[in-house]
């Protein structure tokens, strides 16, 4: 079966550091795209970052400079390095594999998050 | 970039049916959208990629009673004979080369 599991999510306050975990079952990190996506409470999704299987990385502009996704193949494990922190990183954040899809063309491709872990959360208060 | 705009809310009664919106940003409407459901204090859950042709293809499991559609730059998720369960926040995104994932601000589905 495949599953995320998110790990790692505590309270810290502003300016702190902060890594969180994501254990992938089902399916090798390595090979895939793996994605964070985080939700402030009472709010929607927000993506933050990928890594490619090729290992090039991407950010979201409110976390580039201050966040660093990485995997760790030998453990099937993601992780998202969180420096700096301010109270607006406070939330759920959610690993999520996304995964290639052509369209009915076979032209055109994208990608979509397929797999969701349950979240671990972050709060960043004084 | 793209932006995906929902409506905040919408409702209706248990067995009955009803139709989410998704409208995709001026210059985007050919872009291929997924949908996800969030039940309360849970994750997201992955439903369906929906194509601008209205061709969709659904995640293992999703009952037959979630279909898409399409028409221009809207993008539809309609969920037929409404049950209990499927009271939940709806949200659509799109992936773009450039600007990676974004997402609709959700749906918040009320089943009366």
């Known amino acids: 079966e495949v599953q995320l599991v998110e790990t790692g999510g505590d309270l810290i306050q502003p300016g702190g550091s902060l890594r969180v975990s994501c254990a992938a079952s089902?399916?090798?990190?390595?090979?895939?795209?793996m994605s964070w996506v985080r939700q402030a409470p009472g709010k929607g999704l927000e993506w933050v970052s990928v890594?490619?299987?090729?290992?090039?990385?991407y950010y979201a502009d409110s976390v580039k400079g201050r966040f660093t996704i990485s995997r760790d193949n030998s453990k099937n494990t993601l992780y998202l390095q969180m420096n700096s922190l301010r109270a607006d990183d406070t939330a759920v954040y959610y690993c999520?594999?996304?995964?290639?899809?052509?369209?009915?063309?076979?032209?055109?491709?994208?990608?979509?998050?397929?797999?969701w872990g349950k979240g671990t959360t972050v709060t960043v208060s004084s | 970039q793209p932006v995906l705009t929902q409506s905040s809310s919408a409702s209706a009664s248990p067995g009955s049916s009803v139709k989410l919106t998704c409208t995709l940003s001026?210059?985007?409407?050919?872009?291929?959208i997924a949908w996800h459901q969030q039940q309360p204090g849970k994750a997201p859950r992955y439903l369906m990629t929906l194509e601008s042709s209205g061709s969709y293809n659904k995640g293992s499991g999703v009952p037959d009673r979630f279909s898409g559609s399409s028409s221009g730059a809207d993008r539809y998720l309609t969920i037929s004979n409404l049950q209990s369960e499927d009271a939940a926040d709806y949200y659509c995104d799109t992936w773009d080369s450039n600007t990676y994932w974004v997402f609709g601000g959700g749906t918040k589905l009320t089943v009366l």
């Open positions: 089902g399916f090798s990190v390595s090979s895939n795209y």
């Open positions: 001026s210059g985007h409407s050919d872009y291929i």
């Open positions: 890594i490619y299987s090729d290992g090039r990385t």
């Open positions: 999520a594999r996304p995964v290639r899809g052509n369209d009915s063309s076979g032209y055109r491709y994208y990608y979509y998050m397929d797999v």
